[in-house]
């Protein structure tokens, strides 16, 4: 039996989402938690990775288990840290799968322009000077649409053999001294959205202009951007499949 | 010379703000960064003490020290962890004193009523059930004006000799199912700001009516408020003096 689970986690104690040799994961804690309920080693298939700091209010995963649940969320948690909480899991069909059925992704990234905020430290990026909105809602357009994003990845090329992405939009807006980046897409290559959000704040900032970054866009090559905004301010917010 | 300082923290990794035989504290933090910059020890003086796992949007303290500092606050925060934020030092008058002088003190406490979020679980309490926000806004009515609180207080009898308090208000407000409750008065006793709320949340679960609250002020008796909301809901916001 297959099934679908939603996790909201707080990443700001673990090495990311996939297994790695050193360092605590939530894939490797959720894993453990499935180990304890059924004694058997159950693996999960994430809708994607999220890097070490990286946030989530609504990962998707998938696995297999030949048990039924009465409260899966409530046993699961029971044995999660109170960092990880598994918010839904359903019965699926065989034939679902968290990372090749997902249609869109939606991530969101905050930035603090205000005086630095201790209690947002792993919140959200504490940039701590102004940025021009306006100038970065323009140049946000340039990524909208199909493009080659080679120049905003920083996976190894040998890894995938394609690039092309498609960002169906950014939404720009300010709250309080917060700027919010929210970026809808069909999927996202490694680093991409921290690429792209560490772009637009030297927009912000006045050190880049849109012809540059259209520039970088069309150059193709993973030496021309070196802007990465921190991972402690990306949220992955919501990943769409076609039944919902 | 006299200073007045204001600093932001993160209460989740301190055992409270005054300096206590075991565990770190927000004053001793504070002190050692002093006297990182001075080499001399400088004793400061809070406006309150906050307990373990409460924290600050802006608590103030004053200190003596005899040295000018040219930028204080870039100074010291070099010097401190980054949950503590020092926002601003003043000189003031040597007859500045951040607790005899402050005229009300202004309290948040944070409670999220929908599933729970590990993103705040340092930073709002998890009650995770709903809450008759109507009611609680009549009940709160019972604590606004001059009372005798030592119902609702922690502080051991010997140690003060006046319960008495002004509470000018008391807002509560819902946002995505958090509910912020604002309390503003001159002065609270130890716990007395968590047990009000405490006591509130079971009028808003339908547990304890208006009446029964009215009985547990008049009583005037430690024993009889068991209620204590947990520390990572509450927030010191704001502490009111003559010049601001």
Redesign the interface.
């Known amino acids: 039996m297959r099934y679908k689970a939603t996790v ?3 990443g700001t104690n673990y090495n990311g989402w996939q297994i790695q040799p050193n360092g605590e994961t939530i894939q490797n804690q959720i894993q453990q938690a499935l180990y304890n309920l059924t004694q058997q080693n159950i693996h999960i298939t994430g809708a994607g990775r999220t890097d070490k700091g990286v ?1 989530a ?1 609504e990962q998707v995963f998938h696995f297999d288990c030949d048990k039924v649940f009465l409260n899966f969320e409530r046993a699961i ?1 029971s044995q999660l840290p ?4 598994v ?1 839904s899991c359903l019965r699926v069909p065989d034939s679902f799968h968290a990372r090749y059925d997902a249609k869109w992704k939606f991530y969101s990234y905050m930035v603090n322009t205000a ?5 947002q ?1 792993n ?1 959200a990026y504490q940039l701590c000077e102004p940025l021009d909105v306006e100038k970065m809602r323009t140049a946000s357009k340039v990524f909208v649409g199909e493009h080659d994003f080679t120049s905003f990845n920083a996976t190894k090329l040998f890894e995938i053999s394609d690039q092309v992405r498609t960002i169906y939009s950014i939404d720009i807006t300010e709250n309080n001294g917060i700027i919010s980046f929210d970026i809808i897409g069909n999927g996202f290559l490694r680093h991409m959205v921290r690429m792209i959000v560490g772009t637009l704040i030297e927009v912000g900032k006045g050190k880049l202009s849109i012809e540059e970054i259209e520039d970088m866009l069309v150059q193709e090559d993973k030496e021309t951007v070196h802007y990465n905004a921190p991972a402690c301010g990306l949220y992955l917010i919501k990943i769409g499949y076609d039944e919902d």
């Open positions: 909201v986690y707080d946030h209010v948690n109170d960092d990880i909480y918010s005086a630095y905020n201790p209690l430290r919140y």
